[in-house]
């Protein structure tokens, strides 16, 4: 029973996955290709949330996900993403890429906003807090999650601005 629900979960996870890619990659970044993945992140976060990450905590098995969720910067309601992840000492980073769309995703601007947020990786929920990388930091943090994810520097080159890098520190001062 145990290796059945071990499989399903990976069949599960690979077709989220790769259907979360599909339509990153389907159709230009409008209205439509913006509802599909609002909709493929949906079944993502609650499939996620339902197996503490064994299903949706893996991007094509490599790359780890975690589930961020902010305030939103307009409506005041919570919003959660799931986003790929590197860790950096006692840090979480990840990118604010969308695939490489001309403008940054709504979670980015929310914590520009506020900066106080929630993650959940794997079972875990940690209050953190975020900042976007300087130069310098954003230089190095770049290169690890390129390594993760190579895919990053192909959304770099298809967008004017420059991709920023977040940093979330579990903080005992952040909102949970």
């Known amino acids: 029973m145990s290796r059945e629900l071990g ?3 990976q069949r599960v996870s690979g077709e ?4 979360l890619d599909w339509a990153q990659n389907a159709v230009a970044f409008g209205p439509v290709s913006r509802l599909i993945l609002k909709l493929f992140s949906r079944v993502h976060v609650v499939s996620y949330r339902a197996s503490g990450g064994r299903v949706g905590g893996r991007f094509r098995k490599t790359a780890p996900v975690l589930l961020l969720t902010t ?10 993403t799931p986003l790929l992840y590197v860790e950096d000492a ?7 890429s969308v695939g490489g769309a001309p403008t940054h995703p ?9 900066p106080a947020a929630t993650i959940q ?3 875990r929920k940690l ?3 975020s900042e976007t990388a300087g130069p310098e930091e954003r230089a190095r943090l770049w290169a690890r999650v390129t390594r993760m994810y190579p895919k990053y520097d192909d959304y770099q080159a298809k967008t004017s601005r420059e991709i920023p890098v977040v940093t ?6 952040a909102h949970a």
């Open 168 to 173: 979330l520190t579990p903080s005992a001062t």
């Open 7 to 9: 499989s399903y979960n």
């Open 127 to 129: 209050a953190v807090g």
């Open 106 to 114: 709504a979670w980015y601007l929310n914590l520009r906003g506020d």
């Open 90 to 96: 006692d840090r979480y980073v990840v990118v604010a």
């Open 121 to 123: 990786v794997g079972n």
């Open 16 to 19: 989220l996955q790769d259907s």
């Open 71 to 80: 305030t939103g910067r307009k409506t005041g309601k919570r919003r959660t």
